[in-house]
């Protein structure tokens, strides 16, 4: 990291603005090109949940390379100055690397899906199994985890 001054070293407080954070983008790769995209998420021991549609770009581009990156941010507006290449921004963000992979198991889907639910400060006690088959849940285990703010 280049500012190190601004770097958040404490996994409890990358984990803080995870819990806070609305959304989540998702970087992957298909091949050559880059492909990024907003999504709901939950967050627990190390592992992002996300939900999809069965198919659609997104989940081609994993079916062939799961290596992924997470962008989390916290932002609280600019820091204005006299010099207009001088503004800077108030936000707290979170990278993430890992590696995702398609649950399958009707119990991992609950569980999954109950944590995205409760991040967003909801819950459910009953999926069907209809409903659980027209969707796909995704877990991303997490194995790089960084942080940065300022302002």
Same mark, same amino acid.
């Given at each position: 990291?280049?500012?190190?001054?601004?770097?958040? $070293?404490?996994?409890?407080?990358?984990?803080?603005?995870?819990?806070?954070?609305?959304?989540?983008?998702?970087?992957?790769?298909?091949?050559?090109?880059?492909?990024?995209?907003?999504?709901?998420?939950?967050?627990?021991?190390?592992?992002?949940? $996300?939900?999809?549609?069965?198919?659609?770009?997104?989940?081609?581009?994993?079916?062939?390379?799961?290596?992924?990156?997470?962008?989390?941010?916290?932002?609280?507006?600019?820091?204005?100055?006299?010099?207009?290449?001088?503004?800077?921004?108030?936000? !707290?963000?979170?990278?993430?690397?890992?590696?995702?992979?398609?649950?399958?198991?009707?119990?991992? !889907?609950?569980?999954?899906?109950?944590?995205?639910?409760?991040?967003?400060?909801?819950?459910?006690?009953?999926?069907?199994?209809?409903?659980?088959? !027209?969707?796909? $849940?995704?877990?991303?285990? $997490?194995?790089?985890?960084?942080?940065?703010?300022?302002?």
């Amino acid at each position: 990291m280049r500012r190190n001054d601004r770097e958040i $070293v404490d996994r409890a407080e990358m984990e803080s603005i995870l819990r806070a954070s609305p959304v989540c983008r998702l970087g992957m790769a298909d091949g050559n090109e880059p492909y990024v995209v907003p999504v709901c998420f939950g967050y627990e021991d190390g592992s992002f949940f $996300v939900h999809s549609a069965t198919e659609g770009e997104k989940i081609d581009i994993l079916r062939r390379s799961p290596r992924v990156c997470i962008e989390v941010d916290l932002t609280a507006g600019p820091i204005r100055n006299e010099n207009p290449c001088a503004w800077e921004m108030r936000y !707290k963000c979170v990278i993430c690397r890992g590696t995702a992979r398609f649950l399958e198991h009707r119990e991992e !889907k609950k569980h999954a899906l109950n944590i995205i639910l409760e991040h967003y400060g909801s819950s459910a006690d009953g999926f069907s199994d209809q409903a659980l088959a !027209k969707i796909c $849940v995704i877990r991303i285990d $997490v194995d790089q985890m960084t942080g940065k703010q300022h302002g």
